[in-house]
């Protein structure tokens, strides 16, 4: 993984979101893609945004329930490159959302739901601080059915 703050590491986000969707649809999770007709590139390398996004997406898996579904929406917005992580899933209890009591708690490192399945509840906030750590950011968003989490990138010119 990249140093925080290595300018010069530039990744092309739509092949590598396109690679993360196909490697997840073979593990059975169900991931739509939402990409622009024009690739967008983030000032992170390919390793560290793949660990970010797999890790969203394995929590979409465990916490989803039944019939899961995930729309991975890539897009420029406000100067930055914005990714939407967006999962539903059905079954007792689960794909409702989250709690807002648990929404709040979200992002603390060994915050869980399931420990008792093994979960140590420390992924998001990995995330949260790789994030931070390279000039982006993560949130929960408000939702009705299941989860939606925006990320924002620095948003890098390719090099030619």
Not at 39 to 58: C, I, K, N, R, Y
Not at 85 to 114: C, L, M, N, Q, Y
Request: glycine letters at 14%; one cysteine or more; charged letters at 20%.
């Amino acid at each position: 993984m990249a140093r925080p703050g290595a300018e010069s590491v530039i990744t092309a986000l739509s092949p590598l979101l396109l690679a993360l969707a196909q490697r997840y649809r073979a593990r059975g999770l169900a991931v739509g893609l939402q990409l622009p007709s024009t690739d967008l590139h983030a000032a992170l390398d390919a390793e560290t945004l793949d660990a970010m996004f797999s890790t969203v997406l394995d929590n979409a898996g465990q916490h989803g329930g039944t019939d899961t579904r995930v729309a991975l929406c890539l897009h420029a917005h406000g100067g930055e490159v914005a990714i939407n992580v967006i999962g539903k899933g059905k079954g007792k209890g689960k794909g409702k959302g989250i709690s807002e009591h648990d929404a709040a708690r979200v992002f603390e490192p060994f915050f869980t739901t399931t420990r008792d399945s093994g979960h140590t509840g420390v992924g998001l906030s990995i995330v949260r601080s790789l994030l931070l750590a390279h000039g982006g950011h993560t949130a929960l968003q408000p939702s009705a059915i299941g989860a939606h989490f925006r990320t924002g990138l620095r948003w890098a010119e390719p090099s030619q």
